[in-house]
């Protein structure tokens, strides 16, 4: 079968010769689509246009914190040179001039940017690390090589001290960590690899070893006293203290909370009991001079209490305050009148026990005193025995604070009897009970004192440390405290530990931010900012007024 | 267009610039604070060559228009639009520094990786399209002509059954016969007669009787002429060569030897018309892809260059 064959005249017959002159289907539709495309980018462009909403150009969504000003490019974009004063620059409307830059002068509107240091030879434009329009990221994040161009090889301002490591390239390279020691009133910078300078110099003794031993007495007691505690945990040596019983952060996470006596150490473990005839009073946690006031209003509602009851009858109300007048010695037996109470005191250095009296007793040899000179003793059987002479005639009472109310204060053999039991356990509480955790003070003529504990609240000042995002650690693993037995130790880890860590292939952030904040946050701005809700709700086009100069 | 020798040059140099391109971007990329961005000088750099690049394959469109324009010949100017194109794409690239965050941004990339991907496949068929078309449609034609010269077949058709059988039961139109070319194919128009009937010219009427020529008519009207219409049937025997073949060998059997001329004639003109299908579907892969490629080209270059300006002042 012979398929059809056409010469080039049959074909030439059979086509339209001028076809070409007349639109086809097929480039008909191309040209439509053509046309409604390019209307259809231009027809976006024009509704964002209309709408003033610039967000389509962005080159990113900006950060959280600047949200609010998306729409408005010239919020933050302002002419460089011949702009609007400072005080407006930024939320004002930015006239003339065709580039629109972000200045450094339109982001200190609102925030300060404190200077990172005096010493610095130059300061970058805050966009050099403040990188807008990177999405939902925090702006301070900045990288690190925005630290590393000058921290490589840090160049100072002529005369200026170097404190610090000149050269760190990276977290890497970091060197070993740094922590300001208190020497006096001096402060001194010693970093952690050099041990023989590195003392813990707060005023306080404590035993890490001691308090972290499986087994360790009266956490059973301190159990029964508060109940179950996530903090107490059985090991097969017994009860065991964790780090976070005294150790814990604040709310953030970030600072560690100071140990707080109340909290952690007493009154289960370090009761502040101080006379077994009291057992159930103990003495205010507070400065040395509210102790002895304390004191000194017990005693004398215990003279006023017994010499009441002693001119009563003996009846059932009255008996166990009877017994503790006998055993003050206030009284000599149930129907006998009060007795003079001086002679018959126990000794004044004489061990009072107390609920853990006993513990007292082993408290190591603090560098405690005797009691000033001014207490007890200068209280003579000779001084004024009226109420109104005892309380403008005599120093140290009158440091008293006022009695409960219906205490009658002691007069006679009272006052010697008070100053006598005041004597005698003033210095055992601030022996065995102050001075067992706290270093004294001593001067001459003068009342023991607690020296100021001046435990640090950030050993690191350049750096912030968050506990919290590092939880899934046992503490263990940074602080060495289960070997520590003295307080001069110093339990911070070095740089290796973080370095374990923090890695930049493959580890933890490595990042400077991390740790190091650039801007001297003491320097920011007051909370009190200079623009109203409506000035920064309406960015640049509602910024008729300047906004109020701070 | 063929990518033969006449491209070495042109990839060549592609290949060297996008290397050159990428030295520089790799180095830009290490050494910037910030990281690589359109921002920077060098992403600005990046992102006028690339507007620089994307321009020029648009102003093909304007080569063509205007034809007589002495601007180097159409068939450089196709190099260029494909090879410069393409680096123009890699550019973008290293001028955002690989992200596109933001809403223009983001939609400009999608648009542009759209037309390049269109225009890729563009090359692509073109490698392959035309050498099927030149096997399987040696009866090709001017694309736009292929509706015409489908009614002039089935004019042709029309006349060839017509006198065969005596006649037929269908309207002559206009559109049966020449499409005004004067060829002289096809029915003879409305004032001839709407359903005339004339004697059969073949002398099979005579002792057949009208029973074979009724087949003949039968299979025309009902299988042969809706396939020469210009919108082919959903189904029919003639889409399939093996029963196009077993439909027309039926027919030979049947009709009397006198029209087996008309059958054959059928058949070719039933071959012709599956061959311009065939061209037809052939013309819209070979050209189709521009239908995304031309429009959303024209919308990039839009964008882009309000992109340009607006990132410029900002």
Not at chain 1, 388 to 402: D, I, N, S, V
Not at chain 1, 514 to 532: A, I, M, S, V
Not at chain 2, 107 to 133: A, D, F, H, K, N
Not at chain 2, 288 to 302: E, I, N, R, T
Request: with cysteine.
């Amino acid at each position: 079968m012979a398929d059809r064959q056409y010469t080039s005249k049959q074909r030439a017959k059979r086509i339209d010769l001028g076809y070409f002159k007349r639109s086809h289907p097929s480039r008909r539709t191309r040209l439509i689509l053509s046309v409604t495309a390019t209307l259809a980018a231009g027809l976006w462009l024009l509704v964002y246009a209309v709408r003033g909403d610039h967000t389509i150009y962005t080159s990113g969504p900006v950060a959280p914190a600047h949200a609010m000003f998306e729409k408005d490019c010239r919020v933050c974009h302002v002419p460089s040179a011949a702009g609007p004063a400072p005080q407006t620059a930024g939320l004002a409307p930015s006239e003339g001039g065709f580039f629109l830059k972000v200045t450094d002068q339109a982001c200190t509107t609102c925030h300060a940017g404190p200077i990172h240091h005096e010493s610095q030879v130059s300061t970058p434009s805050c966009a050099t690390c403040h990188i807008e329009h990177e999405g939902n990221r925090t702006l301070a994040r900045s990288g690190d090589a925005g630290c590393t161009t000058c921290h490589e090889d840090v160049a100072l301002t002529p005369g200026a001290e170097r404190r610090f490591e000149p050269k760190v390239p990276s977290f890497a390279g970091h060197p070993e960590f740094a922590i300001d020691i208190r020497d006096g009133d001096a402060v001194r910078r010693i970093r952690l690899h050099r041990t023989a300078e590195l003392k813990d110099t707060a005023q306080i003794n404590l035993n890490h070893q001691k308090h972290m031993r499986a087994g360790l007495s009266g956490l059973e007691e301190l159990q029964k006293l508060r109940g179950p505690s996530p903090h107490i945990v059985q090991t097969k040596g017994g009860l065991q203290l964790s780090c976070t019983y005294c150790h814990d952060t604040e709310s953030t996470r970030t600072a560690m909370q100071p140990v707080s006596y109340q909290k952690h150490c007493g009154p289960a473990c370090h009761p502040l009991d101080f006379d077994g005839r009291f057992p159930e009073a103990e003495t205010p946690h507070l400065e040395t001079s509210l102790v002895h006031a304390y004191l000194r209003t017990l005693y004398v509602q215990a003279f006023e209490d017994c010499q009441a009851v002693g001119g009563e009858a003996p009846s059932t109300e009255n008996e166990p305050l009877r017994k503790r007048c006998q055993e003050l010695d206030l009284i000599a037996d149930a129907a006998a009148a009060p007795t003079t109470p001086a002679a018959d005191a126990p000794p004044a250095d004489a061990p009072r026990g107390g609920r853990l009296g006993r513990r007292g007793a082993e408290a190591p040899a603090a560098p405690v005193t005797e009691p000033p000179a001014q207490e007890p003793a200068e209280v003579s059987a000779d001084a004024p025995r009226g109420r109104r002479l005892m309380r403008g005639g005599e120093a140290a009472l009158a440091e008293t604070p006022a009695a409960p109310r219906g205490a009658a204060a002691p007069r006679g053999p009272g006052i010697e009897w008070v100053a006598e039991q005041l004597r005698s356990t003033e210095r055992l509480v601030y022996r065995q009970k102050c001075g067992f955790c706290h270093v004294m003070v001593t001067d001459a003529g003068r009342r023991p004192e607690t020296a100021p504990t001046a435990i640090p609240v950030r050993w690191m000042s350049h750096a912030v440390f968050n506990h919290g995002v590092h939880r899934v650690v046992t503490c263990s693993e940074c602080h060495q405290a289960e070997t520590s037995t003295e307080t001069t130790d110093v339990l911070l880890p070095n740089v290796k530990v973080c370095q374990d860590c923090h890695q930049e292939r493959g580890g933890a952030r490595t990042a400077c931010v991390t740790c190091h904040l650039y801007h001297d946050k003491t320097r920011e701005r007051p909370l009190d900012g200079p623009f109203t809700i409506r000035q920064l709700a309406g960015g640049a086009r509602n910024a008729t007024t300047p906004p109020a100069t701070k | 267009m063929l990518l033969d020798g006449s491209h070495r040059r042109w990839i060549v140099v592609t290949v060297a610039t996008a290397a050159i391109a990428t030295a520089i971007y790799v180095m830009y990329a290490l050494t910037d604070p910030r990281g690589p961005h359109g921002g920077s000088w060098t992403g600005l750099g990046f992102g006028m060559t690339s507007l620089a690049l994307m321009i020029y394959p648009a102003l093909l469109g304007l080569r063509r228009r205007v034809p007589t324009w002495r601007v180097g010949r159409a068939s450089t100017w196709l190099r260029g639009h494909l090879w410069l194109g393409l680096l123009g794409y890699v550019m973008v690239f290293y001028h955002a520094g690989f992200q596109w965050s933001g809403t223009l941004t983001f939609v400009l990339m999608i648009l542009y990786t759209i037309v390049v991907i269109s225009g890729i496949w563009g090359v692509v068929v073109q490698q392959r399209v035309p050498r099927m078309m030149l096997e399987q449609v040696p009866l090709e034609t001017v694309y736009e002509q292929i509706d015409a010269i489908v009614g002039q077949l089935r004019g042709e058709a029309d006349d060839l059954v017509d006198k065969a059988t005596g006649g037929l039961p269908i309207p002559a139109t206009a559109g049966n016969g020449a499409s005004g070319n004067g060829a002289g194919h096809g029915r003879p128009p409305a004032d001839q007669g709407g359903d005339h009937r004339t004697e059969p010219a073949l002398a099979v009427a005579e002792g057949a009787g009208d029973r074979r020529v009724a087949a003949l008519r039968e299979t025309y009207l009902t299988e042969i002429r809706p396939f020469l219409d210009q919108r082919l049937p959903g189904r029919s025997p003639l889409l399939n060569a093996r029963d196009r073949l077993a439909l027309f060998d039926h027919l030979r059997t049947v009709v009397p030897p006198g029209a087996h001329d008309v059958v054959e004639e059928l058949r070719t003109i039933c071959d012709e018309r599956r061959q311009l299908a065939q061209q037809k579907r052939l013309h819209h892969v070979l050209h189709g892809w521009l239908l995304v490629h031309v429009p959303l080209s024209l919308a990039l270059l839009l964008l882009a260059i309000v992109h340009a300006i607006v990132a410029l002042r900002y």
